[in-house]
T-cell receptor
């Protein structure tokens, strides 16, 4: 049984560019959440999608957007990249909104 | 929203000793508290969790205790082994309003177990 899969695993982008990160949840899980983890800190909540609707948004600028598809996979988009966006982006899937969160291996984004 | 504080930030123990990591949270509505272990370059892995209807939960060498009145919870690792070396994160799950479904993480504890 596959876990949470994220792609790509690593990415290098230039300031001002745009990036799309992808996440496939565990089969049967309907909730996908995105977290940003800066080196040396705990993950910070960005978005949660449940049943294809946005259910929460953290304190991130409008440059960050996301969506969930009918098959419950999700994409995170970041526009106008800044150096400070360099981080590990983690996707977590869960059966519902309030339990059972499993993290993917993340996408390491480096902005130069 | 919820605020989670975690201590200590670093912890070094001798193999076989016990390790304790403590966390406090601010929102009394929080009812679910997971602990994650993150090895260098890898994803956070859930190692144990507790809900507020219990005060303690054990899984082999790992235990978590919860004091809802004081709003703190702790991770206890007994008979530590070098492979326990990692960063450990505590978290609290938001349960109401705009916090619903969000995990609020502590800043992490770097545990080093010396052979």
């Amino acid at each position: 049984d596959a876990g949470v899969t994220q792609s790509p695993t690593h990415l290098i982008k230039t300031r001002g560019q745009q990036v799309t990160l992808r996440c496939s949840p565990i089969s049967g899980h309907k909730s996908v959440s995105w977290y940003q983890q800066v080196l040396g800190q705990g993950p910070q909540f960005i978005f949660q999608y449940y049943e294809k609707e946005e259910r929460g948004r953290g304190n991130f600028p409008d440059r960050f957007s996301a969506r969930q598809f009918p098959n419950y996979s999700s994409e995170l988009n970041v526009n106008a990249l800044l150096l400070g966006d360099s981080a590990l982006y983690l996707c977590a899937s869960s059966p519902g909104q309030t339990y059972g969160y499993t993290f993917g291996s993340g996408t390491r984004l480096t902005v130069v | 929203g919820e605020n989670v504080e975690q201590h200590p930030s670093t912890l070094s123990v001798q193999e076989g000793d016990s390790a304790v990591i403590k966390c406090t949270y601010s929102d009394s509505a929080s009812n679910y508290f997971p602990w994650y272990k993150q090895e260098l370059g890898k994803r956070p892995q859930l190692i144990i969790d507790i809900r507020s209807n219990v005060g303690e939960k054990k899984d082999q060498r790992i235990a978590v205790t919860l004091n809802k009145t004081a709003k703190h919870f702790s991770l206890h690792i007994t008979e530590t082994q070098p492979e326990d070396s990692a960063v450990y994160f505590c978290a609290a799950l938001g349960e109401r309003g705009s916090t619903l479904g969000r995990l609020y993480f502590g800043r992490g504890t770097q545990l080093t177990v010396w052979p």
